[in-house]
């Protein structure tokens, strides 16, 4: 067969051709691809003409397409459908990518061009997106080492190359981790409390892998949580929650702990080399943060809100226990079983009695409608279309006048060779070329419970949440109206790229909303507005206490990232490390043999680093600006054609606090999230 990553796509809308791509067809269509993007690259350096915005950096914009194009494809594939070989192919081609990477950014006649456009700014008579394109453009050069010296420059590329690398093992091992432990059950009493849908799981699960006597748990998610959440039995949820924390850190052929340590010190080297104190300072310097003393101060400011009120959650939940007649010690594993049974309790709510109206389908086409009355956009089925896996759906998304404007990919549930969690990914972005709109092809990646032969999917409420979550980043991508693919959509910077994603999570709390698709998957009763009411109260249940260990997380990151070169090479034992920046912050005693960093892949593996204060950063962003809906309508028109015009569509192709401003009319303010977490009166 001959490989279909080589030549364009005859593809419906140019959609990959994964039913024909095979695994030996990626090192040798992206070696093909890395010849072309040199070539291109070679031209614009030999160009006889003198350099201009045109011939240099809208020329270097353009380059390198099929290599985007089938790097692209392989990433994706190794974190939603990856296999023992795609991952040893990633690993090759990783660090050849990154080689080449610092070659452009590091080339000093290309940069020579670069400037001589740059010095000419003001007088080149450009607009703002190609005033935006020429800065981001110069500074990456900067900041990848193009005016570094000698072996420095040289160090500066090896790095980069070691860091790919890293990157890659540690998620590899995390993913290896997960999928390798099973829980077994063969006592049937072991299962109290547990509802039967999960019970139903674990019970095919086991049919599955020939144990046709028992029930196996996992630690995916939808496995893990509803365990932790209702199973009476203590000595299983210590057992499953050691396993779960325990990932990566047995000092075994899996353990990340190494992995940290190099990656850390590499960090800091590679900022050293540019003159930052730390990589902290490097990464801030384009984030709306600006340096890592406003992140501390911001955490710090929320912490100070949040810590005293977290502390009497905790001691809540411990007089709940001593009420209910029993004589234990409040642990980890125990928090989030008696949180839920408290829950209930207090607002007569708890999952069980919520999810029956969150059937994965209805939360999909209420999805699909909110974007509708938003922003004017549909969604259309097409099974014809190409997929990666049986569990893809693939939609066509159409705007008002019926065009289509992007392809949106949907993959649910887990699987074995699927990573963790949930996130929003591209195969290709949004661009121009000359006055034709290239449509972008997003998709979204999450882990939520699947049906089984008696039961449906139906999610809990923080499932419907990271749905409309990752749907908000979707819509950053799907509505992107930029010319150049590198300012297009979610390309603005990190802490600015939750704002889309967490704004869209309010609409899950809105009656108006909710009506068109919360209904009863057996009687089609819409769901009631008392219990509407029930979810808003709860809303803030805990929030300290989440707030709390989001800091934590937040802070641990800041404190990996803030080292110097000479402190980051004196770290030796990663578990003191992670307890020292945890001291602050901790609400349970640590639990011996448990680590998160080891497992923290947002910030070793997944672009997050001296950035998961942007999750907390953005909830800032989100309150505010959805505070303009509540005072106009959740649907209203006007106000979500600002929010689709000013952020939605523009990308970074200016200053987020520019964009926010055009929306908002003002810079946002903390106190619409203070209000809405309960923290503030």
């Not at 081609?93 to 070659?103: D, Q």
């Amino acid at each position: 067969m001959s490989n279909p990553l080589l030549s364009s796509f005859d593809t419906a809308f140019e959609m990959p051709p994964f039913s024909r791509i095979t695994a030996d067809h990626y090192e040798e269509a992206i070696e093909a691809a890395l010849s072309e993007a040199k070539k291109e690259v070679q031209k614009i350096i030999e160009n006889q003409a003198s350099p201009s915005f045109a011939n240099t950096i809208e020329a270097l914009e353009n380059s390198g397409d099929k290599l985007q194009r089938n790097s692209s494809i392989l990433f994706n594939l190794n974190s939603a459908e990856t296999s023992d070989e795609l991952q040893k192919i990633t690993q090759n081609i990783s660090p050849k990518l990154s080689a080449f990477n610092s070659e452009v950014k590091q080339n000093s006649d290309l940069f020579k061009r670069v400037k001589k456009v740059y010095d000419q700014k003001d007088e080149l008579n450009l607009n703002s997106e190609q005033q935006k394109l020429l800065h981001e453009t110069y500074f990456d050069f900067v900041r990848r080492g193009v005016e570094l010296e000698g072996d420095k420059k040289e160090r500066f590329k090896e790095i980069s190359i070691e860091l790919s690398k890293l990157s890659l093992s540690f998620s590899e091992n995390l993913l290896a981790e997960t999928n390798d432990y099973e829980l077994v059950i063969t006592d049937e009493s072991d299962l109290s409390g547990l509802p039967d849908d999960v019970k139903a799981r674990a019970k095919e699960l086991a049919m599955n892998k020939g144990n046709e006597s028992a029930w196996i748990f996992t630690l995916q998610a939808p496995s893990y949580i509803p365990f932790m959440e209702y199973a009476d039995n203590r000595v299983l949820r210590e057992e499953l929650y050691k396993a779960f924390m325990r990932k990566c850190f047995k000092g075994d052929e899996r353990d990340n702990q190494e992995l940290i340590l190099k990656t850390i010190r590499l960090k800091a080297k590679l900022a050293s080399l540019l003159g930052y104190a730390t990589f902290a300072h490097y990464v801030l310097e384009q984030r709306m943060a600006e340096s890592p003393d406003k992140v501390i101060d911001f955490s710090n400011d929320l912490l100070e809100k949040s810590l005293p009120k977290a502390k009497i959650e905790v001691e809540e939940i411990k007089d709940f226990i001593k009420a209910n007649g029993e004589d234990i010690t409040l642990e980890r594993w125990d928090w989030s079983y008696y949180s839920e049974k408290l829950r209930k309790e207090k607002y007569e709510l708890d999952d069980e009695l919520v999810k029956p109206y969150f059937k994965l389908e209805n939360v999909i086409n209420g999805v699909f409608e909110t974007a509708e009355r938003l922003f004017g956009i549909s969604f259309r089925l097409n099974d014809k279309l190409e997929v990666y896996h049986e569990d893809v759906q693939a939609y066509e998304v159409l705007n008002e006048e019926g065009k289509v404007v992007s392809i949106f990919l949907a993959d649910f549930f887990p699987r074995d060779g699927k990573r963790g969690g949930a996130w929003m990914t591209s195969f290709r972005s949004q661009k121009y070329e000359g006055s034709n709109r290239i449509i972008p092809q997003v998709s979204i990646v999450c882990n939520f419970t699947p049906s089984s032969a008696d039961h449906p999917s139906l999610l809990k409420f923080i499932e419907v949440e990271t749905l409309f979550h990752e749907f908000g980043h979707a819509l950053h991508g799907m509505l992107a109206d930029t010319k150049y693919q590198s300012l297009s959509g979610t390309n603005v910077y990190w802490d600015f790229v939750e704002l889309p994603s967490q704004i869209m999570e309010n609409w899950c709390y809105e009656k108006e909303c909710l009506d068109m698709f919360a209904m009863h998957h057996e009687t089609g009763e819409l769901i009631p507005a008392d219990l509407v009411e029930r979810i808003k109260k709860s809303s803030t249940y805990h929030e300290a206490y989440a707030t709390v260990r989001q800091m934590s997380f937040g802070l641990l990151d800041m404190a990996w990232h803030s080292l110097s070169l000479e402190e980051a090479n004196e770290i030796k034992d990663v578990g003191a490390f992670e307890e020292k920046a945890f001291a602050a912050t901790a609400l349970f005693p640590h639990v011996e043999g448990t680590n998160m960093s080891a497992q923290f892949s947002h910030i070793f593996a997944g672009g997050y680093a001296a950035g998961y204060y942007s999750y907390k950063w953005a909830e800032v962003l989100d309150a505010d600006a959805f505070s303009v809906f509540k005072q106009n309508g959740v649907f209203d028109q006007k106000t979500a054609a600002s929010f689709k015009e000013n952020i939605l569509s523009k990308g970074g192709t200016k200053h987020p606090m520019e964009l926010y401003k055009k929306f908002r009319g003002q810079e946002p303010s903390p106190e619409a999230l203070l209000k809405r977490a309960g923290l503030t009166s």
